[in-house]
C-alpha cells in the first residue's frame, strides 16, 4: 500500500507542478492574495473527485471518446483563451492599481480544471491507471487515493501562492507587468491550441 502511496506522490506532483493554464491562473491570483492557491485547489477539487468517482466506475472510456475531446478542446480552448485576453487587459489594474482579476480564485479553480482537455484527458489515461491500482482496496483506498493526490495539489499550490505574493512586491512595477503579459500570451497560446486541435479533428 505504501508504495502506491508513494507512486501517487510522484505521479501527482509531476502533472501539478508541470506548466499549465492551471498554474498560469495561480500565479497571476496570488498577487492579491496569498491563499489564491489554496482556494484554486479548493475549486480544483469540485471538478477532480467526482471525476475520479466517474473513472472509479468505470466511465473513462466517455472522455477518451472522439466526439467529447472535440467538445472539450473547443470550448475549454475558448474559455482558456477568453481568461488569457482578460488577464492581458487588466494587468496594469492588477500591477499598478492594486486591483484583482475578475473572477475569484475558487471559481477559476473550477473553470480551469472543468473546461481543461489536458487535465480531463491526463485522467482518463494515466489517472485511471492510478485509479485501477486502488480497486483491490475498496472505498478505504479510493479516499486515501483521493486525499494524497489533493494534498499535492493543496500543499504545491499554496506554497506558490504565499512565495509569489510575499515577494512579488520586491519586483519592478515594469518587470511585474511584463510577467503577467507573459502569463497571458501562455494562456492563449494554449486556448488557440485546443481550439486547433479540435478544428483539426472535425475536418479529418
Not at 92 to 116: T, W
Not at 138 to 160: A, E, K, R, Y
Not at 161 to 184: C, D, P, Y
Amino acid at each position: 500500500m505504501w508504495a502506491l502511496v508513494t507512486l501517487v506522490v510522484g505521479v501527482s506532483l509531476s502533472g501539478v507542478m508541470a506548466p499549465g493554464p492551471f498554474f498560469a491562473v495561480t500565479l497571476a491570483k496570488s498577487y492579491r492574495s496569498p491563499w489564491a492557491g489554496t482556494l484554486m485547489a479548493l475549486g480544483h477539487a469540485v471538478v477532480e473527485v467526482p471525476l475520479i468517482l466517474l473513472i472509479y466506475y468505470g466511465f473513462a472510456p466517455f472522455f477518451q471518446d472522439d466526439t467529447v475531446q472535440i467538445v472539450l478542446s473547443l470550448a475549454g480552448g475558448a474559455m482558456i483563451l477568453w481568461m488569457g485576453v482578460t488577464m492581458f487587459l487588466d494587468r496594469a489594474k492588477v500591477v499598478r492599481e492594486g486591483k484583482d482579476l475578475p473572477y475569484p480564485a475558487f471559481v477559476a479553480g473550477i473553470f480551469m480544471s472543468a473546461v481543461n482537455p489536458l487535465f480531463l484527458l491526463w485522467w482518463a489515461t494515466i489517472g485511471s491507471l492510478l485509479v485501477m491500482k486502488f480497486l483491490d482496496y475498496g472505498p478505504g483506498g479510493l479516499l486515501l487515493l483521493i486525499t494524497v493526490h489533493w494534498m499535492c495539489d493543496l500543499i504545491w499550490l499554496s506554497f506558490i501562492s504565499v512565495f509569489i505574493n510575499k515577494t512579488h512586491h520586491f519586483l519592478g512595477k515594469r518587470f511585474q507587468e511584463w510577467l503577467f503579459i507573459a502569463t497571458s500570451l501562455f494562456l492563449a497560446y494554449f486556448g488557440i491550441r485546443f481550439i486547433i486541435s479540435g478544428i483539426q479533428a472535425i475536418i479529418r
